[in-house]
């Protein structure tokens, strides 16, 4: 019998207030981007697991040292944008300066380039598909944005629920084995009914035993599963009253025990980085000689 796979453990960096929910309801946030970040760090390094970090460009620039130590302990560096606005909010232009100006904060950060991108919100949708084309242009290797069940705020239905490689022009259908990226779609269980089991909001609210089902569930087919979570939700410290009741719920139900719920899942599975999962899907030219020499070639620019 062939083991499990391995599933994609990722951490999309951004300051708590930039959330879409609690964004326009924050009169005077304060920053808690550095401890949540340790925490995190913290939890990961307890059981020697490495992930993938989407950081915001405008972060990338501001705390350099912070997504330095990162990428020193292991960890992968994507890209969330830039200014942490949604694909909904821009043009194919604009997103197009936004991924050059995260591209440059986060090599300039790291050293290195960063070949996989997550958008703010699950934004990439048929009507942002554009989006695609723009990574492909830039040199990205994979996209991790598309939640494969449509909710009342993001996702599209429809779509393979394990990573595939896809036509920049059709990035919603399996492409062939020579498509140049790969698509990693967040996790959702049961073929059919594609229950979110993600991380985030779906992780503080589901029983951790439901989490993991799910999770086995996919793991059973053969897929791995790619969780999301953010620094600030395991900072309990971030909560405010002064977003509604629905956007408080959303945003911060569950905080104070989503350590324990990562611990579980650490424990339970195995993870690594979003790069390692998409360079292991088949075809493509030879992912791990050219994202090598990408690398080199960022730090020789220094």
């Keep these: 019998m062939s083991s499990a796979p391995t599933n994609v453990l990722s951490f999309d960096v951004e300051h708590w207030y930039s959330a879409?929910?609690?964004?326009?309801?924050?009169?005077?946030p304060t920053d808690h981007l550095t401890k949540s970040v340790e925490s995190v760090l913290s939890i990961l390094a307890d059981y020697d697991v490495q992930a993938t970090f989407f950081v915001v460009g405008q972060v990338a620039e501001r705390y350099p040292e912070l997504i330095a130590r990162i990428d020193r302990a292991g960890h992968e560096i994507g890209s969330h944008g830039h200014s942490h606005q949604p694909l909904f909010d821009l043009s194919k232009a604009s997103f197009r300066e936004e991924i050059a100006a995260s591209t440059a904060a986060i090599r300039t950060a790291t050293g290195t380039q960063p070949i996989g991108f997550r958008a703010p919100n699950f934004s990439v949708t048929p009507k942002t598909k554009w989006a695609i084309e723009v990574l492909h242009e830039a040199g990205y290797r994979y996209d991790s944005s598309v939640f494969p069940v449509r909710t009342p705020m993001y996702g599209v239905n429809g779509?393979?629920?394990?990573?595939?490689r896809l036509d920049p022009a059709r990035p919603f259908e399996r492409g062939t084995v020579n498509s140049p990226l790969v698509e990693l779609p967040l996790a959702v269980a049961h073929p059919k009914l594609r229950i979110p089991i993600a991380g985030g909001f779906y992780a503080r609210l589901l029983p951790r035993r439901l989490l993991v089902a799910g999770i086995r569930q996919l793991n059973a087919r053969g897929i791995p599963a790619t969780l999301y979570f953010h620094p600030w939700e395991f900072n309990p410290a971030?909560?405010?009253?002064?977003?509604?009741?629905h956007k408080r719920f959303v945003s911060f139900h569950g905080i104070d025990g989503l350590s324990a719920t990562l611990r579980t899942l650490l424990e339970t599975f195995s993870f690594t980085t979003a790069a390692s999962v998409a360079r292991a899907q088949p075809g493509g030219r030879s992912d791990t000689a050219a994202d090598d020499q990408t690398i080199t070639n960022a730090r020789r620019t220094e």
């Design 20 to 28: 879409t929910l609690v964004r326009d309801s924050v009169s005077d």
């Design 159 to 164: 779509v393979p629920l394990e990573p595939y």
């Design 238 to 245: 971030v909560t405010t009253d002064e977003p509604g009741l």
